[in-house]
């Protein structure tokens, strides 16, 4: 499977990366779903409360208090580095053969690994932004603030990450270059993910290229051809071994 992906990643060059929670989990993000993931952990000051309403545009307005608790807590992920996942990805994208990285996760890991053309189509919590006059703050804002609820110094506003919550519309502009990068794009490489998520899981849809590759330890259920590639590994696993044979140094 090896020798096949790399062959086919030879050939093309307008790659699509479509990657969630598990690309980051290496790095030592908690993802969502596993049984270690944020979902399945038991705090006692959370353990109240479904997951999905802690990650609320709900909890976010009625209980302020225990959503930036829980933000604080669960999504700092300041001290993080990339792994080899995001590390290849980036060496790809400098070789001028991956076009866009579209990603569930809020970590901007990504970008820290160098990669330029990263579509978050679930926010970011490294901006922040007042939910008033919509000044914009650093990422060190909110974990800084002694306040409970983060306020603008400017307006006294809510100051919020610049995250899709349950309930909120995915950012416009990220979808549409998301699907415009998938949909022109010659090989679609779906990793760390369990496309449980919708609407985004449903982009993969407009990918009409030649190879489809999935990289991801269960089995995803998408109806394959002699031009899908599956590989039931850990993706830094995948990509590291890739990089050992094309000569790339992560």
Do not use: W
Not at 55 to 67: F, M, Q, W
Not at 94 to 119: C, E, F, P, W
Not at 190 to 208: E, M, R
Not at 217 to 222: F, K, N, S
């Amino acid at each position: 499977m090896y020798e096949e992906l790399r062959k086919a990643i030879d050939e093309c060059s307008r790659i699509v990366f479509f990657g969630g929670a598990g690309v980051s989990t290496e790095s030592g993000v908690p993802d969502f779903r596993s049984k270690d993931g944020l979902y399945n952990q038991h705090d006692v000051r959370f353990d109240q409360y479904r997951p999905e309403y802690l990650l609320s545009h709900s909890c976010l307005v009625s209980d302020p208090k225990v959503y930036f608790e829980f933000h604080r807590q669960k999504m700092d992920t300041r001290n993080i580095e990339p792994n080899n996942a995001h590390k290849y990805l980036a060496e790809l994208e400098k070789m001028g053969k991956l076009t866009a990285i579209v990603t569930q996760n809020i970590d901007g890991l990504h970008q820290k690994a160098g990669s330029r053309a990263v579509y978050e189509i679930h926010g970011t919590a490294l901006r922040n932004y007042c939910t008033e006059c919509g000044k914009e703050y650093p990422t060190d804002f909110i974990f800084d603030s002694e306040e409970p609820v983060p306020r603008c110094p400017a307006c006294g506003g809510m100051v919020r990450p610049d995250i899709t919550l349950y309930e909120e519309a995915l950012p416009e502009k990220a979808v549409r270059l998301s699907v415009e990068a998938i949909s022109a794009a010659d090989m679609l490489i779906i990793g760390g993910t369990s496309l449980s998520v919708y609407p985004a899981a449903s982009y993969i849809n407009y990918f009409k290229g030649k190879y489809l590759v999935v990289i991801n330890r269960q089995d995803l259920g998408i109806p394959s051809n002699e031009n899908t590639i599956v590989i039931h590994e850990n993706i830094g696993q995948v990509f590291t071994e890739l990089a050992r044979q094309q000569g790339i140094s992560l």
